[in-house]
């Protein structure tokens, strides 16, 4: 008997959602009031809080009936804990998991690591139950299902951070150390401490190594700096031991979004408003380039892949990142991703091997895309960017900068070192920051800027200040005037009535998506796709109220 045959609910208060706990024995209580430390009872048993003062604030199923995700707030220390809920384990169910590690590393073979995730999971689940039963092990249903869930954490899932991983919430999960707790950064509540943490130093540098080969990088004693990106697209970042980190080996998990950023998630979540979006959209339509500037987890590789959802679906687009982040549902789309050498660094400062960003850019522009995006520009590889955009290829990119003069700074001079007369092939630069408001921290737009010109006498770029954020109502002010409504006008011959109707079109196709909440990016995506096909059937939909079609890629 399987977990799923069991109607599953956490015996608590009435707030928490379904999730992981069902009696099988006739007769027995439940609720509040059933216990929870019977061997056997539950497949999981939410615990008390681990201090008197602490209040809960939110419970998630991760995969339930298995593991769950529990929010609480200590307020005399001021201090959130995200606590990782998993099943339980007697005595006994731990040492028959201890031995059931060890007996299933020595007797998998080499053609289990061809195997998909779900086929290994259903590999193991029957390696476990076929040992139980020729050894005549007697475990309870539930029993057997806690201990599988241990055997498929450890051997397919992520082990320890299994659950931080699967949280669509975390976006980022760090080690410090040896028995030091892990911190994640989260969507709502940002950097907040758990209750999980490597107390073995051996485990913890074994969980290192394991990184690496789901990376396929080795990481050892000579060679402790772990940088890659694992199949599902998560990027790992770690040293081994205590090498280079005196608290014991470290790693930083930033977790791939299998769901993309949208323009309507810009909005939701008072990003953008629908004005800048459909801004956005006629300037992705024009081949206009752009670069998001902002600090770190300011949101700007999201936003890219938001903006990059207008692309039209007819255009070829090359995509280049050190780790892959951008997901798009065009059909006409080349990712690629640099990759590391082997031994050591020859005179040109590369290893055998290695393919950095620069190769990459400068093999897309044998590629003929109309559009290059770059995830994050800092070398040489800048240079040939902005060689692209003055020849006519639409680029996108983010770059570490807090304003377009600083922007200007980092472009011009070393490593990147591109003269700055080549900067005005530039459209438009978006300011993107993380703010602290009355709503908490929040990620807004600060500024929406074209590139209008160059003065040569005075060495400087023009710019047009498009949109600005104004921290104080938290809105988004339009300050007058576009540039590139007056190059739209003069190429489609619009007047400026025809130039403000298709832009207030475009906004009332953004507003229909918002208020209908489409998020999902490949359904989105097929409505843009659908206006650029024939725009009065679409906004006939519109006016129908006709939800956009699901798309399948």
Request: proline share 7%; aromatic share 8%; glycine share 6%.
């Amino acid at each position: 008997m399987s977990a799923s045959s069991y109607r599953v609910k956490i015996p608590r208060t009435p707030a928490a959602p379904e999730g992981a706990l069902k009696l099988p024995t006739p007769g027995a209580p439940t609720g509040p009031e059933a216990p929870t430390d019977l061997p056997g009872t539950f497949i999981t048993a939410l615990p008390p809080l681990p201090e008197a003062e602490m209040k809960e604030l939110e419970v998630t199923a991760i995969n339930p009936p298995y593991s769950y995700a529990r929010l609480s707030y200590n307020d005399r220390r001021k201090e959130y804990l995200y606590e990782v809920i998993e099943p339980q384990l007697s005595k006994h169910e731990r040492e028959l998991v201890t031995h059931l590690k060890s007996t299933l590393t020595r007797i998998m073979g080499s053609e289990v690591a061809n195997l998909t995730a779900t086929d290994k999971r259903t590999y193991l689940r029957g390696e476990v139950e076929e040992y139980l039963r020729t050894r005549q092990i007697s475990l309870s249903p539930l029993s057997t299902e806690r201990v599988i869930y241990y055997i498929l954490r450890d051997f397919v899932g992520y082990g320890p951070v299994e659950v931080l991983i699967l949280d669509p919430k975390v976006e980022d999960i760090s080690c410090d150390g040896v028995d030091v707790p892990l911190f994640v950064f989260h969507g709502k509540y940002e950097s907040v401490k758990t209750n999980v943490s490597f107390t073995d130093e051996d485990q913890l540098n074994s969980f290192i190594v394991a990184l690496g080969q789901r990376c396929g990088k080795a990481v050892s004693v000579s060679n402790p700096i772990l940088d890659g990106t694992t199949p599902e697209g998560h990027r790992i970042q770690a040293t081994y031991a205590r090498e280079i980190t005196t608290r014991g080996a470290s790693f930083t998990i930033r977790r791939f979004k299998e769901r993309p950023f949208t323009p309507v998630d810009l909005v939701l979540a008072g990003s953008a408003n629908e004005e800048m979006i459909a801004y956005f959209w006629l300037a992705a339509e024009q081949g206009e380039s752009l670069i998001i500037c902002g600090g770190p987890a300011a949101g700007k590789t999201s936003t890219l892949n938001a903006i990059a959802l207008f692309i039209p679906p007819t255009s070829k687009i090359v995509s280049i990142e050190d780790t892959r982040e951008v997901n798009l549902p065009h059909e006409n789309w080349i990712p690629g991703a640099t990759r590391s050498g082997t031994g050591d660094r020859g005179a040109d400062g590369k290893a055998a091997g290695e393919v950095d960003m620069f190769d990459l850019v400068r093999a897309a522009l044998r590629q003929r895309p109309n559009y290059i995006i770059v995830g994050e520009v800092r070398g040489k590889e800048t240079y040939t960017m902005f060689q692209a955009m003055a020849t006519g290829h639409t680029t996108y990119s983010t770059m570490h900068a807090d304003s377009v003069k600083s922007m200007v700074n980092r472009l011009e001079n070393p490593p990147i070192n591109t003269p700055r007369i080549l900067l005005s092939a530039l459209n438009n630069v978006v300011i993107q920051i993380q703010a602290r408001t009355e709503k908490g921290v929040v990620r807004r737009l600060k500024q929406v800027l074209e590139i209008v010109g160059f003065e040569p006498e005075t060495n400087e770029l023009i710019t047009n200040t498009v949109y600005e954020w104004d921290p104080a109502t938290d809105k988004f002010v339009f300050k007058g005037h576009s540039f590139l409504f007056d190059k739209i006008m003069e190429i489609r011959n619009f007047t400026h009535e025809e130039m403000d109707a298709e832009f207030q079109r475009r906004v009332g196709v953004i507003r229909h998506l918002v208020e209908n909440g489409i998020t999902e990016y490949r359904q989105l995506w097929q409505f843009v796709a659908s206006y650029y096909k024939d725009p009065t059937e679409a906004m006939r939909r519109i006016a129908a109220g006709v939800l956009p079609p699901t798309g399948d890629r």
